[in-house]
């Protein structure tokens, strides 16, 4: 840019703000090289801890040498980005709470840990019309059998191959629970204890993701004694969550799951219950 313009445009900002500046080629060839410098400088030290550092390193630079208003307008001239676009966003609970306002069905894969044993489960949950996930239509599936919970029959089936029995009850008698949806996060929020949030790139995916890890307090006598949530930065969702069964994080979660995805494609008959033929039919009421 050439010494005129930079005058004209510092004079310009200068006379708005009732502020004599004045300047001289030499003086603007040492203000850019100085404003590039420290540019390039903040760059390599850039951090999402560190952008609130970025004015302080340019502006060191500069306003020994000239106006602080005239060095504000010179650097936005030459370009300078002052927030990296890479720079990781700020991450809420209340963006959670507001991004499940769009989610209605949700699948879920499900592993517990007891006793050096594991079992596996597969989840489908949709919301119901009481607007809440839990207790609406819900279906799992294990190697021990398959539970249907079906919200407009008001019935709840329990089907073990192994056995050849299924269970009815009446009414949802099982649930995926208040974990994915609004209510737990308002509860995370204002019941949880040592409630922290860092920011790292997910293991298994490679984006940018954020780690939320929180203790149940003692008073509630919960299994569950602390847990990690992994959020995806994008959607603001969980898509992962551990839970231990002691208040350290030690060892294996006893309950994990490892794969979550929203608004997945479930047909009614996801949620519908054919009786085997063979199979003995026990009512409970």
């Not at 502020?19 to 030499?26: F, L, M, N, S």
């Not at 030290?45 to 602080?68: G, M, V, Y």
Request: with cysteine.
């Amino acid at each position: 840019m050439k010494s005129q313009n930079i005058e004209k445009v510092i004079k310009d900002f200068c006379a708005t703000v009732k502020t004599d500046v004045k300047t001289t080629a030499e003086m603007d060839t040492r203000i850019i090289s100085d404003a590039t410098a420290a540019h390039q400088k903040t760059k390599k030290k850039q951090s999402a801890e560190s952008e609130p550092n970025i004015w302080r390193i340019i502006l060191k630079h500069i306003i020994t040498k000239f106006a602080t208003a005239a060095a504000v307008i010179l650097i936005v001239l030459l370009g300078i980005t002052l927030l990296d676009k890479s720079a990781t966003p700020v991450y809420a609970i209340e963006q959670t709470i507001e991004a499940f306002k769009k989610v209605n069905s949700v699948y879920v894969e499900q592993t517990i840990r007891e006793k050096g044993k594991s079992f596996n489960f597969k989840m489908w949950a949709r919301r119901g019309k009481h607007g809440k996930m839990y207790f609406g239509d819900y279906r799992q599936e294990s190697s021990d059998g398959i539970i249907i919970a079906n919200e407009s029959e008001n019935l709840t089936h329990c089907y073990y191959p192994s056995t050849k029995k299924v269970y009815i009850y009446k009414g949802l008698t099982v649930t995926i629970g208040s974990f994915l949806d609004i209510d737990f996060f308002l509860y995370l929020k204002e019941e949880m204890e040592d409630v922290k949030i860092e920011y790292g790139k997910d293991k298994i995916t490679g984006k940018d993701m954020v780690f939320l890890t929180y203790k149940e307090p003692s008073r509630y006598k919960s299994k569950c004694k602390c847990g990690e949530i992994t959020f995806d930065l994008e959607s603001k969702l969980p898509i992962r969550w551990k839970g231990w069964d002691n208040p350290d994080f030690k060892g294996e979660p006893w309950l994990e799951w490892t794969l979550i995805k929203y608004n997945p494609s479930v047909s009614e008959d996801t949620f519908k219950f054919e009786i085997p033929d063979e199979a003995k039919v026990i009512y409970d009421e």
